[in-house]
């Protein structure tokens, strides 16, 4: 439940509570033997496994593509595949630290490729 206090100059004030409600369908998808079909979230990857820290483990581009060639060193068979459950987005910094606080912007460009303002 989230809450939101409103105040005004003449000093009336109300605090209100609200909640989300998840609104049932009547239709819905099924697979061809008629169960209902789920959502599955896969782990794909992690930050130890892109392509900077195959550089930082190995040293350069091309000792990275010898390692590519002579093996899979970018995929974690322990890992790769496993089913996730009650994930959160998290929006990470360039160093890969959790960045708490993120201004989102969209820039939207005229066909001409200027910025439009």
């Known amino acids: 439940m989230w809450g939101i206090h409103i105040a005004n100059a003449k000093r009336r004030d109300a605090e209100v509570a609200f ?11 099924v697979l061809k033997n008629g169960e209902d079909k789920t959502s599955v979230r896969i782990l794909k990857s992690t930050v130890r496994m892109d392509e900077q820290a195959l550089v930082q483990e190995f040293g350069d ?3 990275v593509a010898q390692a590519l060639i002579e093996g ?6 322990e890992i790769i595949g496993k ?3 009650r994930t959160h987005r998290l929006w990470v910094d360039s160093g ?3 960045a708490y606080r993120v201004n989102l912007f ?8 200027t910025e439009r303002e």
Not at 106 to 113: A, H, L
């Open 19 to 29: 909640e989300a409600q998840t609104e049932r369908r009547d239709i819905r998808t």
């Open 61 to 63: 581009w091309h000792e």
């Open 72 to 77: 899979d060193p970018e995929i974690d068979m």
């Open 83 to 85: 089913k996730l459950k």
């Open 96 to 98: 890969g630290n959790i």
């Open 106 to 113: 969209r820039t939207i460009y005229n066909p001409d490729g």
